[in-house]
């Protein structure tokens, strides 16, 4: 039986982002991710991702995005950070 895939498209106006900006960006598309997953069932590896700025006509699609655990240890420090 063939796998379903899913595809999480951020669709975004403005610049491209690049360097911290494109970092943050990503950070925000691995959560939209964790957030489908679990509201959905679907594990994980079977949502691709991909940002589309429409102003410049440019797909930029992540090479990796944080794991759970990852987002979860961000959440916890920030936490942590702000009492």
């Known amino acids: 039986m063939a796998q379903c895939t899913w595809d999480l498209v951020d669709w975004k106006t403005g ?3 690049t360097g911290r900006t494109l ?3 990503q950070l925000q598309l ?5 957030a489908f997953s679990l509201l959905y069932g679907v ?3 079977q949502i691709r991702t991909q940002f589309v700025y429409l102003d410049h006509g440019q797909t930029l699609t992540p090479e990796a995005l944080q794991t759970e655990d990852e ?3 961000l959440i916890l420090e ?6």
């Open 15 to 17: 610049r491209v982002p």
């Open 23 to 25: 970092h943050e960006k």
């Open 30 to 34: 691995a959560v939209y991710r964790l």
């Open 43 to 45: 594990p994980v590896e």
């Open 71 to 73: 987002l979860e240890a």
């Open 78 to 83: 920030a936490r942590s950070a702000f009492g």
